[in-house]
Structure formats: structure tokens, C-alpha cells
């Protein structure tokens, strides 16, 4: 099929559903949603989050060199969307969406209790890029409710029910098994 | 419910899954399956994705400054898991998998033809973050199948069919539209 150009513009999908959470300067917990962002390194173990310069979230990691990645689930999805909505300037998102603010035991942020995952990240750089900054954090911890684990103690993807987003529309994780199995259907083609 | 820690892993889904086109300093094309990365800016639009130096890929965008992401569909799910599990210093993985190479109009570097949306990519930047180099591209192009865009010409998630990577596991994007939209459930929470 003869493909058409669009433009430069973004178009990748699926995206994460990142729950950023930080300390302002006075201590109030904020989360900010955030689309844009993955694992970025195996060792140390690294993930990246883009935020704007304007954002409250912004000056946050910058003050205290940490944040927390909670990955909501579909259950939370219009709390999550909420976030993204409103500056933690000027509301208190934790009070207006009856999320909880858990404090890490490790880094200087706080994370969302109502997340089956949370992922608690210490500040290792700061690239700015033109309307966003990338923040790259180390994972110090990553903690998990216990109903979500799988056999091999890593959360399973379709018991989380994690959000997955794409322009417009949250979607929610296939209630079965993947039908493809990574790192083995593609042996057929090894010689 | 309570959390378990278990421990400094890189654990957030769902992840990309991109086909990264490059071609090496002999001119063969090559395409790797890659999960970290993302969309990383808005102006100008920005992917980033994470490349271990081992890989061939690593050196060809090092030699030729571009590379493109092609997100593949379902449908060829085993071709790019093949994509991941062999270099391509030593297989021809085009030939392998059947899949097409199409030299990018815009920057130097092979995008996958069988993809229904392809990303041609500038390099913009290398960070050294321990085992992966993130590179950071700018979008010169994207390009799309016409039978996958939605009424406003962008891709549509539900027809393209994308890939979702989650441990071990390939998942196939729901069948019918999200049920929950963006930027528009949060907004029972504003005051």
C-alpha cells in the first residue's frame, strides 16, 4: 500500500500512563500524568519522563532531584486524565481526586497508593529539548501489590489492567494471555 | 492493600514496540525490535530509543545520523520478534522475514514497508546511560498506510492494529474504541 505523509509530527502509539509524583518546594505532594516517557537503561536500571519547563512538576524534580512513576489502573482512568488537566499550582490533585500521597522510603517524592505499581526514581539527568525537558532517573525501588504478581514475582500485565493510551482514548489491557509470545515466535526465521 | 518491594528492576508497562530502520557503513539495510522508547518532545517532535553499543544498529546510527522507527501491526508480530533476537552483523534480517526495505526520501536510513506507520528520524543526540545509549531523533516525516488514519488524518489506533509489549507477552490492541477518553474523563474532578 502506497503510504501517505502526515507531517512531522508525534504519532507513536501505544504510550505509557505515567503518574509522575513529586514534592513541591513547601511539600505538597503533586502528580502530574505524563504520557511521554519509558525505560530508558538496563544497569543501572533507568527510566525517562518528558515534562514542560511550566509545569509544577518541573521545578519539583529539580528541587528535589527524585519522582515516583505510579502506573495507574484502568479502575483510577478519569483520576489519572484529571491529573493532566490542572497545575498542581494551583489545586491540590490528591485532595480533589481522593488519591493517596504515600511517602518513599527511599527518594525525596511521593507516590499514588491506589497504583498496583509504583516506581521510586532518583534524579541522573536533565536534557532539555525545546518545549519539554527529559528527566532520567535511576530506579531505586520498584514496590507492587502482592494480588498482582505473577509466578516470577514481576506484576503481570493483564492482572494490573494498566491503562494504555493512545490519541484521545485510554484503552484497557486484553483480558487474556498475549497470544504471541515474545523472544520465541520470531525463532521460525532463525537459520 | 500493602506493597511488596521487589527490588531495582525496570518494570512499567505497556512498552513500544518500534522497529528501528538503519542503514550500516556498507549501505545493508537493517531493522531491530526495540521496546524503550517513545515520543520525548513536542517542538520540535522528538523519539527517543535506547540501543545497547553491542548491537549493530548502534553503530549505523552513529555512521549515518538518522534512523527511523517503524511501528509494526499484529499481523507481523513473529518478524519482529525475529528482528530482536539475532545481530545484524550477521543475519540479513530483511531477507530472513520477507519483510521490505524502503530508503527514506529524508534521511539516511530504511524504513519497513509491511508497517503501517513509519518514522523517519534525524539524530539530534546520544547519551551514554550505562549499558543503552538513548538516542534522541528529531521526526523529519511520518508516513501512514491511508487505510489506517481516522477522520482528522492521524493514525487510528483500533485500525493499525499495534503491537503491545508487556513482559514475555505480545498483546493485540482491543477491537473496538477506548471507553475511556482523554482529556475530557478528568474533568468531573475540576472545581
Given at each position: 500500500?502506497?503510504k ?11 504510550l505509557a500512563?505515567f ?5 513541591d518546594?513547601?511539600?505538597k ?23 514542560r519547563?511550566?509545569?509544577h512538576?518541573?521545578a519539583?524534580?529539580e528541587a ?18 484529571y491529573?493532566?488537566?490542572?497545575s498542581?499550582a ?7 481526586t481522593?488519591?493517596t500521597?504515600?511517602?518513599?522510603n527511599?527518594?525525596?517524592a ?5 497504583c ?11 536534557i532539555?529539548?525545546?518545549?519539554h525537558?527529559?528527566f ?6 520498584v514496590k ?11 506484576p ?5 489492567q ?27 526465521y532463525?537459520k
Open positions: 500500500m502506497e501517505v505523509s502526515i507531517g512531522a509530527i508525534n504519532c507513536a502509539y501505544p500512563s503518574l509522575v509524583g513529586t514534592y518546594a513547601e511539600g505532594p503533586n502528580v502530574m500524568f505524563a504520557a511521554w516517557g519509558g525505560i530508558c537503561c538496563s544497569t543501572p536500571a533507568c527510566m525517562n519522563v518528558s515534562v519547563p511550566q509545569r512538576t518541573h519539583a524534580i528535589r532531584k527524585a519522582f515516583t512513576i505510579s502506573i495507574p489502573g484502568i479502575d483510577i482512568a478519569a483520576q489519572a486524565d491529573t493532566g488537566l490542572v498542581g494551583k489545586a491540590d490533585k490528591f485532595a480533589e481522593g488519591l500521597p504515600v511517602r518513599s527511599l527518594v525525596d511521593p507516590y499514588v497508593a491506589e498496583p505499581v509504583v516506581i521510586e526514581l532518583s534524579l541522573k539527568d536533565s532539555s529539548l525545546g518545549s525537558t527529559m532520567i532517573g535511576v530506579v531505586e525501588d507492587a501489590n502482592s494480588d498482582i504478581l505473577g509466578d516470577n514475582r514481576i503481570d500485565f493483564v492482572k494490573m494498566a491503562m494504555i493510551y493512545a490519541p484521545g482514548n485510554i484503552y484497557q489491557v486484553p483480558a487474556k494471555d498475549g497470544s504471541v509470545k515474545a523472544y520465541s515466535a520470531g525463532k521460525k532463525l
